[in-house]
């Protein structure tokens, strides 16, 4: 296919994708809010992110991984041991702070084809950065977030480009193999016809042979009777003959 229409075609399908995600002027905007821990409210900054929460969940971890080499815990091994709560303890952010620091996560799904990161973090013991009592470390990690989020929007553009592709690649291999088979068929179709008027003209020359071969039998049924006088008219001369 060419280039430019393969371009098109990938194009379109992800507008099509897009055009089915839920209007929100909230999705990859990073803003305060809150969240429950330790049955207490703890500051967080929020984002919402176009995927699932699994898809926010490896993706936030990878990411933190990959950028400022935290591990978070919590993910379980194999699904078991899987905790509502990320975190990482005692780590090293020197972005947000000089402090070793304790940084928690949660994501939640506000739609099916959505999802909100939550991030909120502690210097010590219900030490939790706060807009109002620490902002500078406050506004650092809300920055991180926020780099977050643009990746997130790469990666799911970028995802959904890779899915469309998949489609099209995927379409164009079935269109490939209905074309074979239309081809198949119609061989196989014409090869019938051709057997078919090959079966009729053999069904109407057996038809013939078998009227012929009735007449035939007709005949050989009267030679066969006759055959059989002669015979015996044969046989009774020869005892006449005998008894002389």
């Not at 409210?41 to 936030?60: C, I, L, P």
């Not at 950065?129 to 780099?147: F, G, I």
């Not at 068929?185 to 016809?193: F, R």
């Not at 050989?220 to 059989?228: D, S, V």
């Amino acid at each position: 296919m060419n280039s430019f229409f393969r371009f098109l075609s990938v194009a379109l399908l992800v507008l099509a994708s897009l055009s089915a995600l839920p209007a929100t002027a909230q999705l990859y905007e990073v803003r305060p809010g809150t969240t429950s821990f330790e049955k207490r409210e703890r500051d967080a900054v929020k984002v919402q992110v176009d995927g699932t929460a699994q898809w926010t969940r490896d993706f936030w971890q990878s990411w933190l991984k990959d950028n400022y080499n935290i591990k978070l815990k919590g993910s379980g091994v194999m699904g078991v041991g899987k905790k509502d709560v990320l975190e990482a303890r005692q780590t090293p952010i020197s972005s947000v702070s000089g402090k070793l620091m304790d940084l928690f996560a949660t994501v939640t799904s506000p739609s099916d084809s959505t999802s909100e990161l939550s991030v909120f973090a502690s210097t010590g013991p219900d030490a939790f950065l706060n807009p109002d009592k620490t902002p500078s470390e406050y506004a650092a990690l809300r920055n991180m977030v926020q780099s977050f989020a643009v990746a997130a929007r790469l990666k799911a553009y970028k995802d959904q480009v890779d899915q469309a592709e998949k489609q099209l690649k995927d379409s164009e291999k079935e269109k490939d193999q209905l074309n074979k088979d239309i081809k198949n068929a119609q061989a196989n179709t014409s090869s019938n016809l051709e057997r078919i008027e090959a079966l009729k003209k053999q069904n109407m020359e057996n038809v013939l042979k078998v009227r012929q071969d009735s007449v035939k039998l007709l005949d050989n049924a009267r030679q066969l009777e006759l055959r059989k006088l002669q015979l015996q008219r044969r046989k009774d001369r020869l005892s006449a003959l005998d008894r002389k």
